[in-house]
Structure formats: structure tokens, C-alpha cells
């Protein structure tokens, strides 16, 4: 029971509510809607790595193709967007440079390009990994084979204060993104997925967590493809195919396109 008292303090308060608070609550017309304005690309791998070798192919080639493609499509379709390639070329940045661009460009997201290889030839499909620890040591193969191309950079135990990608201790150092940059990262990554399985019949082995470098230091959402496996013969000649790099690259667009709506709407 209220007290009468009581009750009318409690009815000041609830009729003066809106007006002390009022003025703390951001007027959702009043803040500056959110644009995606600027996308870094990044082409796994590239000059003296090879990245994942299939049998006529390498991965450097197949990810810079796609690449290359997946910011035609941008600049065509979302002309207000900018596209920023941390390669255009056979060049090799390093691991350390590639979000380093990023950050540099104040970008609004970083899309890094790969494909996989595994001892097992039957495997195939399609993964879009976000920077995380779950389930790391299930990853902890391609994890450490992507990592590990500090290994051929000079000064590369200056440049990484002594991380050892092949060592799981090392990953200890590695910090969790924001909460937001993780969920958008994720968000993406669904319909990247989505894009990959509905729409070019891809068999999507799913959204994934890992400690990627590239994925650890950029300071926006993130994401890192691999877009099949070169050890697979048959995912290997769609990859190596034109048609087949088309529609990769247009299903990375597309969900670009729609993550960009979903993030500009809320
Ligand atoms: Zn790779």
C-alpha cells in the first residue's frame, strides 16, 4: 500500500519524468545519421606468398581477382562509397600494414579475402570468420597458416613484439573488439554466408570466430572470407573460373549493399 503522501510525491514524478529527462534523451532526428563511407579491401597474401596452393592455382591470384571485383561492383552500384585496396597488384603488405590502412583511412569496414586449403581433399565449402576466441582450438590450423605469413616478413620479431603464430600462448595477447564492432562484424558475416548459399549454391560451413591478425588490430567491423577450398579439386575449378569469381564477388557485394541499408536504417 501507497501512503497518500506518498502517492502524490509518486505521481509528481511520474508527470514530471519526461521533463528532467528529457533533455538527456538523444532526439533521434537530431543525430547525425550514420553513413558507411569509406570500405577497405583486402587481397589475402600476395608477392613472394603464395598463401594456399592448389594444384594449378594460388591463392594470392584467386583472392586478388575477387577482390578486385568486389570493389568494381561497389563503385559502380554505391557511388558514395569509397573503396581503399590494401593491394591492386602482386605486391605483399604485411599483415601488420593491412589494418594499419584501415585505421589510417578511418574506414567503416574491412573485408579481408581468402581462400582455403585443407589435408583432407573432400573438404569444400565456404567461411566467413569475425575476430573472436570461440572455439579456437578447432581453428587453430587455419588460424596459425594465415598468421604465419609474418614469418617471411624481415624484422617481423620487431615488428610483432614476439608473437609466435604457432604457439597458442601467444594468442593471449590478443584483445577482444568492442561490442558493437563484434555484433556488425557478425552481421556481415550472416549475410555474407547467407548470400554464398542461397544465391550461388555454395555450401557455407558458417559464420566463425577466430584470432586472425588482420582482424585483431582494424578499429571498425571486420571480417575475414575464405571463399573455398583450393585443395578441392571441383570448388578449385569454380574458383579459378571467371563466372565463378563473378559470383563470389557480387554475393560479397550484395551483402556489403545490404549491411550497408540494415547500419544506415537503425
Ligand atoms: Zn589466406
Known amino acids: ?152 616478413e624481415d624484422n617481423y620479431e620487431e615488428n610483432y613484439e614476439g608473437f609466435d603464430p604457432s604457439s597458442p600462448e601467444s594468442y593471449m595477447m590478443f584483445n577482444l573488439m568492442s561490442k558493437v564492432h563484434f555484433e556488425n562484424s557478425v552481421s556481415l558475416a550472416d549475410q555474407i554466408e547467407t548470400q554464398f548459399r542461397d544465391r550461388v549454391g555454395r555450401k557455407s560451413r558458417g559464420v566463425k570466430q577466430g584470432p586472425f591478425y588482420v582482424l585483431w588490430t582494424p578499429s571498425m567491423p571486420s571480417v575475414l572470407v575464405e571463399l573455398g577450398f583450393l585443395s578441392n579439386s571441383e570448388e578449385e575449378r569454380f574458383l579459378m573460373s571467371e563466372a565463378g569469381k563473378e559470383y563470389m564477388a557480387s554475393a560479397i557485394y550484395r551483402s556489403i549493399r545490404d549491411y550497408k541499408e540494415a547500419i544506415e536504417s537503425k
Do not use: C, W
Not at 124 to 144: C, L, P, R, W
Open 1 to 152: 500500500m501507497v501512503r497518500s503522501k506518498n502517492k502524490k510525491f509518486l505521481l509528481t514524478l511520474v508527470l514530471l519524468t519526461p521533463f528532467i529527462f528529457g533533455g538527456y534523451i538523444p532526439n533521434e532526428t537530431m543525430m547525425p545519421a550514420f553513413r558507411m563511407k569509406k570500405i577497405v579491401l583486402d587481397a589475402g597474401h600476395g608477392g613472394k606468398d603464395p598463401g594456399n596452393l592448389g594444384s594449378r592455382s594460388k591463392e594470392k591470384d584467386i583472392n586478388l581477382a575477387v577482390t578486385l571485383l568486389v570493389g568494381k561492383y561497389i563503385k559502380e552500384n554505391m557511388p558514395d562509397v569509397e573503396v581503399v585496396y590494401t593491394r591492386k597488384d602482386d605486391s605483399f603488405p604485411s599483415l601488420k600494414e593491412r589494418p594499419q590502412i584501415a585505421n589510417n583511412n578511418k574506414a567503416d569496414l574491412f573485408v579481408s579475402i581468402h581462400s582455403n586449403s585443407a589435408p583432407n581433399k573432400s573438404a569444400f565449402g565456404t567461411e566467413t570468420f569475425v575476430m573472436g576466441t570461440k572455439h579456437f582450438e578447432a581453428n587453430f590450423d587455419i588460424v596459425k597458416r594465415e598468421n604465419s605469413v609474418i614469418l617471411l
